[in-house]
């Protein structure tokens, strides 16, 4: 049997210096677009850890610290999850923590998605970005990218 996910995740917001935002969309909810996202591999596994391995596994997009840099934006959201993936939790978990980050990379950067987690991919201005997201969560912290983005540029 497979080990239950841990109710704490990170999303990634990946966007150009433009703010074009790119979203994937999950093979499992054909429609349902978004930023990266995924669990902790163990309760004790750093979010940076969680975030760089998560970026790469659905985007080959490789975090290296120096050229492409995932920035941490201290902002945790708690969300009930979905009834759809409930089971792939604990009984009676129904609320996941989601840690916010960002990742700013060149729009031709290549993108080579996981098949068993994503179909698709496209770059959309943020405001469009935002209102295409299934998440609230997602759409929210999209949202954000004008105001965290000032302290990078």
């Avoid at 349902?32 to 391995?53: H, M, N």
């Amino acid at each position: 049997m497979k080990p239950y996910k841990i109710p704490e995740s990170v999303l990634v917001v990946i966007h150009s210096a433009d703010l074009q935002v790119l979203l994937i969309e999950r093979a499992d909810k054909p429609g349902f677009w978004q930023s990266v996202t995924g669990s902790l591999d163990a309760p004790d596994e750093p979010l940076l850890t969680t975030a760089t391995r998560e970026l790469f596994e659905e985007t080959g997009i490789v975090a290296d610290g120096q050229a492409i840099v995932l920035r941490d934006w201290h902002l945790s959201n708690i969300y009930t999850i979905y009834p759809v993936w409930r089971h792939r939790y604990a009984p009676g978990v129904t609320q996941n923590t989601e840690h916010v980050f960002s990742v700013q990379v060149p729009r031709d950067i290549a993108i080579t998605l996981s098949p068993r987690e994503h179909v698709h991919h496209l770059w959309l201005p943020y405001l469009e970005a935002a209102d295409r997201c299934f998440s609230p969560s997602n759409a929210e912290a999209i949202l954000q990218l004008p105001r965290q983005t000032r302290q990078i540029r």
